[in-house]
């Protein structure tokens, strides 16, 4: 991450689109394309059953396989990743964090092999990666749903990861705190800030603690600390916001662990502007939204981002192509090279309305900070669900405003009419399509794999792993030994399932405040109320996550809202199979059941719960879907049984459950 002197003409910063899909043949195609056209890093995306620790021959993985990311199972996948790119030249990002540490070792495993067929030093090599792995457990706690293991154990992962890379990669960023999914969960500026600074304190006093890193190294553990954040179009407060994150920052490392070098205490942080933001209905209006979001990380040179990757126009509808990813590329190249942007000093010193916002946003962390470290800190405040329920509280407020109109968004609820979209013409092909071959592809490659591999090196490997996770050795070293014996992403996460458990993190829905004084909501709880008489029983609405999709943030605010107008909400969290989202409807008598898929994999898990409940004879029981759905998959999906598909451009939630009540009157034959 380079930063000039003050009288330098600032560097761009690093340049990046966060890619990967269907295999690791077709996503190194795709870098080796992006890299010519100017891309400076590359931003990897793993598929979910990689992200989860899963193969992709398991039962959670259907559907999901090379759907939202690569797969990547083993050393093999990851030599063909990167074939051809040089390792020690390139500056990586890595979207992985439950199983970060294993997708690190096969990429150091890789480098080693790299340096070993060129005849170079190794140690001179791994000390030459550059890059990032995100590695932030707690906020998958809090709002994106890959973790694996408790948090105990998650944070220990994390822990003996940094203090390896300190001592053997130490220009690797080990771990990327990413308040980048808090927003999305419906963190405000101040909980953002917030809640990314416990995070880092929870990390840094285990690292501080475990005696792994001398006092005197301390400072090179913070100085390879970076953040991942995001950016929303109000972007005023989004860059006061980051001026108030790089003050903190400064600050507590100072304070709390003695940093005296500046330098070291710099905020380093890349961003993905806000994916959220993105809408469905008129979705070119993305493109002004993206660039607008992208000035409030790159105005101000005191807090400007050092590494960008923007989405693409359309990934509101699904997959964007390189086509999309490249205009996006675009809009980074001619801000960084047409403007005058990085000529000058920081344009906002001195503004006192630019400080006093700043000042805001930093009492208001600060007391947040402090109310969290009261609670015992960040991994406390995940397992009391204290965090969880205020981000879905700020996200409900958030919802509330769209659907009263106090907040805006151009071509949803104000501007509506419009004409026809070139780019989303007949036969454009405006998104991304994974053919469904890629995951029988997949199985049967892994399997290959477990046949050519010396089993008798695997288990050895996985045994010794098992053996220290027992312990408080470090696991890093065990774990590069399973990456080089051939060890599966599924056989290292399920090793240490067997030492550490799984975990299911609170949900916050039942803690989360209730709308209260809405005539819409009172008007359909009134119907609610009726319905339940003329039934003689309360309505019962199950809310499911069906395969690996952990963006619980849309099925959480259904819940809460299904709760406000009167339901009795079954909703039991995120990465469920289709049985047992069958047998909870069918235990809890529900009226209807709701399901929430953002993954692309709503073709193949969709439909399984329709048969399912057939099955248990619990077929009259109306099955309804949400997601990112294009109209044709829409058209499929109702002609397998399922009543109502519900995209993003239907965004008001009363009237959906308003329509929910006439759907189960409907078929308890109600008038």
Known sequence: MPYPTDRERDRPWVMRTYAGHSSAAASNELYRRNLAKGQTGLSVAFDLPTQTGYDPDHQLSRGEVGKVGVPVSHIGDMRRLFDGIPLAEANTSMTINAPAMWLLALYVSVAREQAEAEGRDVDEVLAKLTGTTQNDIIKEYLSRGTYIFPPGPSLRLITDMIAWTVHHVPKWNPINICSYHLQEAGATPTQEVAYALCTAIAVLDAVRDSGQVDAADMAKVVARISFFVNAGVRFVEEMSKMRAFTALWDEITRD????????????????????????????????????????????????????????????????????????????????????????????????????????????????????????????????????????????????????????????????????????????????????????????????????????????????????????????????????????????????????????????????????????????????????????????RILVGKPGLDGHSNGAEQVAVRARDVGFEVVYQGIRLTPEQIVAAAVQEGVHVVGLSVLSGSHLEVVPNVVDGLRAAGAGDVPVIVGGIIPPDDAALLTERGIARVFTPKDYELTEIMDGIVSLVRERNGLS
């Open 256 to 539: 709390r662990y003695g940093v005296t070098d500046p330098k070291a205490r710099r905020l380093r942080y890349g961003v993905q502007v806000n994916s959220l933001g993105l809408t469905e209905a008129q979705p070119e209006n993305n493109v002004q939204r993206i660039v607008l979001e992208m000035l409030a990380v790159s105005l101000s040179r005191g807090a400007r981002a050092r590494a960008i990757q923007l989405p693409a126009w359309n990934e509101a509808l699904g997959l964007p192509r390189p086509w999309d990813q490249q205009w996006a590329l675009r809009m980074q190249q001619v801000l960084a090279f047409e403007t005058d942007l990085l000529e000058y000093e920081d344009i906002f010193d001195g503004s006192h309305v630019i400080q006093a916002k700043v000042d805001e946003i930093m009492t208001g962390a600060r007391e947040e900070i402090a109310r969290v470290q009261d609670l015992g800190g960040a991994v406390a405040a995940v397992e009391s669900g204290y965090m969880k329920s205020q981000l879905v509280g700020s996200l409900a407020e958030y919802r509330r405003g769209m659907e009263n109109g106090e907040r805006v968004l151009v071509g949803v609820n104000k501007f509506e009419t419009t004409e026809p979209s070139p780019l989303q013409a007949e036969g454009a092909k405006a998104i991304e399509t994974i053919d469904p071959a890629v995951e029988k592809a997949a199985v049967t490659a892994i399997e290959e794999w477990r046949t050519q591999r010396d089993d008798d090196a695997v288990e050895r490997s996985l045994t010794v792993l098992k053996e220290r996770a027992r312990t408080t050795e470090n696991l890093f070293e065990a774990t590069v030994d399973c990456a080089r014996a051939g060890v599966t992403t599924g056989e290292w996460s399920g090793a240490l399932r067997e030492v550490f458990g799984e975990y299911r993190a609170p949900t916050g829905v039942s803690a989360a405040a209730a709308s209260g004084g809405d005539p819409g909501i009172e008007r359909v709880r009134s119907r609610v109320r009726e319905t339940e008489a003329e039934l003689g029983e309360r309505l």
